[in-house]
């Protein structure tokens, strides 16, 4: 799970070496070869549940076009409002997204706790904004603060999108699909979905070594690997666990974002990052729960963490 929090984190400080590849490009190649790759090592399982799948098609093809546009709205913000805050907005709103989501999706009720982390990830947020801005400033102030909003609504696009596509996999699992099967046809549809964007934008990704190398490690070591050792991880440890060794990503990005890419944050963009971890703390610190009766036989068992345990409460039928 740590590794692949690890992994995770580095995709912003990559995609920095090699800056003739916009950003577009980036996330295609990234997330497209990535998805096609994980339904390929996926194809049997999919061949084996393509009935079920066809008849979940509209599930699977929301968590496709999510998978599609989280990429380019990601990459697309770390471009704009730096590495640091890009990656802290996409990922550290993306607890709270899911549980909207939920909410809206499921008919689940939103928690106080729920309410609580969400006003340190906005307060966070919006600190990083204000933060980002002011340091960039030097005479182009509001051009700076025009691109840093800019960045951070596409990072709140981005939070989104991978809410939509969580949930859509929890979905297919939780109508017994297998895990393998699930991820491998909505990443592998999305990554289908991202070709011709890869093909429009993705010619400087050929034009040096330097820069199919750092194509080829998006694709390969922080989307296709880093999804292999998650799913290894869920088999090891809890849900909540999980997510709780998840939170190492935004750190890890961030600290790259300083000592290799060479971004300086101000105390206030420090500040802010702070009140996104503690956000994301309150987001999956495990409540107390009450004792469940266990699952009638032939129900499909949790093969994905849901990321806002705790955070909505079932409707009442």
């Known amino acids: 799970m740590l590794a692949a929090s690890v992994l995770w984190g580095t995709t912003g400080t990559a995609a920095t ?4 590849v916009g950003p577009l490009a980036i996330g295609a190649v990234a997330m497209g ?13 999919i061949a084996r549940h393509a009935p079920r799948l066809r008849e979940q098609r509209g599930t699977v093809l929301l968590g496709a076009v999510s998978v599609a546009v989280y990429p380019l709205a990601f990459y697309t913000s770390m471009h704009l409002a730096g590495v640091a805050v890009g990656t802290v907005v996409s990922l550290g709103t993306a607890p709270l997204a899911s549980a909207l989501t939920e909410r809206v999706m499921d008919g689940h009720r939103l928690t106080r706790r729920w309410t609580a982390a969400a006003a340190l990830g906005l307060l966070g947020t919006a600190l990083l904004c ?12 509001r051009a700076s603060m025009a691109a840093t909003l800019l960045g951070v609504g596409l990072g709140l696009v981005a939070a989104a999108t991978y809410a939509l596509y969580s949930w859509a996999a929890h979905r297919l699992i939780t109508r017994r699909i297998p895990s393998r099967a699930a991820m491998g046809a909505v990443f592998g549809l999305g990554g289908l979905l991202l070709l011709p964007v890869l093909l429009a934008t993705g010619a400087p990704l050929t ?9 080829a490690y998006m694709a390969l070591i922080p989307m296709f690997t880093g999804y292999v050792l998650f799913g290894w991880g ?16 935004p750190a890890v990005a961030a600290v790259l974002a300083v000592l290799v890419v060479g971004e300086r944050l ?8 702070a009140l996104v971890i503690a956000c994301l703390t309150v987001l999956t610190a495990a409540p107390r729960r009450r004792k469940h009766s266990r699952n009638p036989a032939g129900a499909a068992p949790e093969e994905a963490p849901p990321v806002t345990a705790g955070l909505t ?5």
Request: negative net charge; hydrophobic residues 50%; proline residues 7%.
């Open 17 to 20: 070496f090699a800056p003739e």
């Open 207 to 215: 034009g040096s070594w330097s820069n199919a190398a750092v194509g």
């Open 266 to 273: 101000p105390a206030a963009g420090w500040a802010g990052i």
């Open 313 to 317: 409460e079932a409707s009442p039928s």
């Open 33 to 45: 070869l990535g998805g096609l790759l994980q339904a390929l090592v996926a194809a049997r399982p």
């Open 130 to 141: 204000v933060a980002e801005a002011a340091h960039a400033g030097d005479g182009t102030g």
């Open 234 to 249: 869920l088999a090891h440890v809890p849900a909540s666990t999980a997510t709780t060794l998840s939170l190492l990503e």
